[in-house]
T-cell receptor
Framework: AQSVTQLGSHVSVSEGALVLLRCNYS??????LFWYVQYPNQGLQLLLK??????LVKGINGFEAEFKKSETSFHLTKPSAHMSDAAEYFC?????????????FGIGTKLQVIP | GAVVSQHPSRVICKSGTSVKIECRSL??????MFWYRQFPKKSLMLMAT?????????EQGVEKDKFLINHASLTLSTLTVTSAHPEDSSFYIC?????????????FGPGTRLTVL
């Protein structure tokens, strides 16, 4: 079984400050891990994904995430927050057995950027 | 590439009517598509897996007679909310996997906002 825990349903940062959104996963097999962003009334856009290659994954809009197997974590970071980063962020996990497998989402973290 | 569209983007209907939502993969074929429901300030809940040419697989607690899914072609899946009631009001999102990314990455449609009066 796979599951995702996102710590903090709301995170507020000042513009220009570090963004850190936490995600821990549980999976019985080596997982695929994803971070998605959702703007109001829109679908989800992929920020980045981990697919067992490099543990430090760089995504769009300056975001990156590091896969830490020992901590079962996949935290999302960005060195300097921008106002346009304000959105809902979802961490997701999918097991690695191939095919069109289910993706399990975390509850989401709403990021607020304070000017 | 890997674009998924949904139609309509927004629909308002009266209680008791049925509403059909379309999900299309525009530049790839998808034998499997997924339908999610998102409640306000909540995460995405997988409703069902839509399989081309066969019956959909519904998640536990999802009424198959209420939410009819038809995957008629490799590029189109439809979700019909039958006899809609106000509690069916929600944001419905579909996704598909082109099968080429090798990572189970899902590409999402823009979502459909359903409001039942």
């Amino acid at each position: 079984a796979q599951s995702v825990t996102q710590l903090g349903s709301h995170v507020s940062v000042s513009e220009g400050a570090l963004v850190l959104l936490r995600c821990n996963y549980s999976s019985s097999v080596p997982p695929y891990l994803f971070w998605y962003v959702q703007y109001p009334n829109q679908g989800l856009q992929l920020l980045l994904k981990y697919t067992s290659a490099a543990t430090l994954v760089k995504g769009i809009n300056g975001f990156e995430a590091e896969f830490k197997k020992s901590e079962t974590s996949f935290h999302l970071t960005k060195p300097s927050a921008h106002m346009s980063d304000a959105a809902e962020y979802f961490c997701a996990v999918s097991d690695g057995s191939g095919g069109y497998q289910k993706v399990t989402f975390g509850i989401g973290t709403k990021l607020q950027v304070i000017p | 590439g890997a674009v998924v569209s949904q139609h309509p983007s927004r629909v308002i209907c009266k209680s008791g009517t049925s509403v059909k939502i379309e999900c299309r993969s525009l530049d790839f074929q998808a034998t499997t598509m997924f339908w999610y429901r998102q409640f306000p300030k909540k995460s995405l809940m997988l409703m069902a897996t839509s399989n081309e040419g066969s019956k959909a697989t519904y998640e536990q607690g999802v009424e198959k007679d209420k939410f009819l899914i038809n995957h008629a072609s490799l590029t189109l899946s439809t979700l019909t909310v039958t006899s809609a009631h106000p509690e069916d009001s929600s944001f419905y999102i579909c996704s598909a996997n082109p099968g080429t990314s090798g990572s189970n990455e899902q590409f999402f449609g823009p979502g459909t906002r359903l409001t039942v009066l």
